[in-house]
C-alpha cells in the first residue's frame, strides 16, 4: 500500500508537470513549419507556461479527491511550484519574440499581474520563507495591518486575471488560431479548468463535503484560544475523518468571508455538532472571539491524511504522537478513533496555560491503551525516548504536528535512529 502510495505522488506530479502541457506541444509542432528554432522555442514556452497556469487554477480548487490521494500539502506545493515555473517560461517566451498592439498589450499585462501575483503570494502565503528568515517575517508582520486575509486572498485570485488575458492574447494570434488541433485543445483545457473553478464556488447546497451551518457555541479557553462549536442540518454532507481539517467562512461577517482552515477537536456527535479550537493568530482568527452564536458558517471538508495514513499500516499497532502547542488540535479527534492499537502522547506547550484538554487527557490516561505526557516546555529527547514501546523503530507509526521546527527536529531525530520514512507523518503546510 505504502509503494502504491508513493507511485501515486510521483504520478501525481509527472502529469501535472509533463503530460497536462503534451497536447499543446504536440499539436503545435504540426503547425509550426518553417518557423525559426528560437522562435518555436519561445512559443513552445508560452504554451507550456499556460498549460501550467491552468493547473494552478484547477489545483487552487482544493480537490477533495487528490486531498484523499496525496494530501493538501503536496497539491499547495506543486502549485506553488507551477506557477513559478510558469513565471519562469512565461518570461523567455516575452524575451524570445516580438509582437505589437493588442496582442503586447495583453501579454505583458498578464506577465506583470503573474509576476505581482507570485511576488505577494510568496510573501503572505508561502511559510517556508518567512519562516527562515526573520527580517522577512517581521516584514509580513508589519503589512498584514493593512493587507488583512481577505485582503490576500482576493489579489492572489488575481492569477484568474492573467489566465484570462493570455487566453485572449492567444486568440489574437493568427498563425496560432490556424493551428486548429491547437486551439481545440488550447479552448477545451481552458473551458475545463474554468468549469472546474467556478463549481468549486458556486456550488454549496446539497454538495458532498460543502455545508451552510451555524455556529452553537463560541467558548474562550484563554486570552488567545477560542472553542468553537458548530452544527446544523447540512454538516452531515461533511466528510469528515479523525484528524481532518476544514475551511471555514463566515458570509455575514466583513472581512471574515475568505475560506480558512481550521483543525476538528472532535468529529460529529449524534446531533451533527462537532468542535474547532483555534489560537488568534492573524486578523481573521483575532475577531473569532466576536461572533455572535446563531452566525451562519461555511464549511468546507474534510480534508486531511492523518487517519487514511493510520489505516495504511493496518498491522502496526503503537502510534507515537509528538506535537506542540495548538498543533494538537487534529490528535484529540485522532485519540479516541483509534483506542484499538496502543497510543502514546508527548504533547508540549510554551505556556501551561496554553494546553488544551487537560482533564480530557487524564481520563484517557487511564485508559491501558493510551498513555500521555504534557507539560510546559520542549520535551528532551531522551525523555520521549525512553518511554517509548520496545521495537519502536519498526514497529511504531510517528505522527508529528505543531510547529515547524519541532516537527523537523524530530524527523532528524527519528532518521538518526533509523526508523523508516513510510512511517512517519506530518501535515507541514509550508506553501
Known amino acids: ?55 494552478v487554477v484547477y489545483l487552487s480548487t482544493k480537490p477533495r479527491w487528490l486531498d484523499r490521494l496525496i494530501g493538501l500539502p503536496s497539491i499547495y506545493q506543486l502549485h506553488g511550484i507551477l506557477a513559478l515555473a510558469a513565471l519562469a517560461l512565461s518570461w523567455l517566451h516575452k524575451i ?26 510568496l510573501l503572505f502565503l508561502a511559510g517556508w520563507l518567512t519562516s527562515r528568515w526573520f527580517w522577512l ?17 482576493w489579489i492572489h485570485k488575481l492569477l484568474l486575471v492573467a489566465v484570462v488575458l493570455v487566453f485572449i492574447h492567444v486568440q489574437l494570434i493568427d498563425y496560432i488560431t490556424s493551428i486548429t488541433p491547437f486551439m481545440i485543445w488550447f479552448n477545451g483545457l481552458s473551458l475545463l479548468a474554468a468549469v472546474s473553478y467556478l463549481f468549486s464556488k458556486v ?68 446531533v451533527g455538532e462537532f468542535k474547532l479550537t483555534i489560537r488568534a493568530d492573524g ?18 471538508g474534510g480534508f486531511g491524511r492523518y487517519q487514511e495514513f493510520i489505516d495504511e499500516h493496518k498491522q ?37 496555560s496554553d494546553l488544551l484538554y487537560r482533564q480530557q487527557l487524564s481520563q484517557w490516561n487511564q485508559s491501558a491503551n493510551f498513555t500521555g505526557y504534557w507539560q510546559e516546555g520542549r520535551f528532551a529527547d531522551n525523555f520521549i525516548l525512553s518511554r517509548l514501546p520496545k521495537n519502536w523503530e519498526r514497529q511504531t507509526l ?20 533509523h526508523v523508516s520514512s513510510k512511517n512517519i507523518f506530518k501535515e507541514e503546510f509550508s506553501w
Open 1 to 55: 500500500m505504502l509503494r502504491k502510495i508513493q507511485y501515486k505522488l510521483i504520478l501525481f506530479w509527472f502529469s501535472f508537470f509533463f503530460i497536462i502541457p503534451l497536447p499543446f506541444i504536440q499539436t503545435l509542432a504540426e503547425g509550426l513549419q518553417g518557423v525559426s528554432s528560437n522562435e518555436a522555442v519561445a512559443i513552445y514556452s508560452g504554451a507550456i507556461a499556460y498549460a501550467w497556469m491552468l493547473a
Open 96 to 121: 524570445g519574440l516580438t509582437s505589437s498592439g493588442l496582442i503586447k498589450q495583453t501579454g505583458n499585462l498578464a506577465l506583470f499581474i503573474l509576476i505581482g501575483t507570485i511576488s505577494y503570494s
Open 137 to 153: 517575517r517581521k516584514f509580513k508582520q508589519s503589512l498584514e495591518i493593512i493587507f488583512k486575509h481577505e485582503v490576500t486572498m
Open 203 to 270: 456550488s454549496w447546497y446539497g454538495r458532498k463535503g460543502q455545508a451552510e451551518v451555524k455556529l452553537i457555541r463560541n467558548l474562550s479557553l484563554s486570552d488567545q484560544i477560542q472553542e468553537l462549536t458548530l452544527g446544523g442540518q447540512q454538516s452531515q454532507q461533511l466528510d469528515l475523518q479523525a484528524g481532518d481539517f476544514v475551511f471555514l467562512a463566515f458570509p455575514s461577517v466583513p472581512q471574515l468571508r475568505e475560506l480558512h482552515p481550521f483543525s476538528l477537536v472532535s468529529l460529529p456527535n449524534r
Open 283 to 300: 486578523d481573521f482568527t483575532s475577531q473569532l472571539k466576536k461572533i455572535k452564536v446563531g452566525t451562519p458558517v461555511k464549511v468546507m
Open 316 to 352: 502496526i499497532v503503537n502510534l507515537v504522537m509528538i506535537t506542540g502547542g495548538i498543533g494538537a488540535t487534529p490528535l484529540f479527534s485522532l485519540i479516541p478513533e483509534n483506542f484499538s492499537r496502543q497510543i502514546y502522547l508527548f504533547y508540549s506547550a510554551h505556556q501551561e
Open 398 to 417: 510517528f505522527l508529528l504536528s505543531g510547529p515547524v521546527p519541532l516537527i523537523h527536529h524530530w524527523e532528524r531525530v527519528l532518521a538518526h535512529a
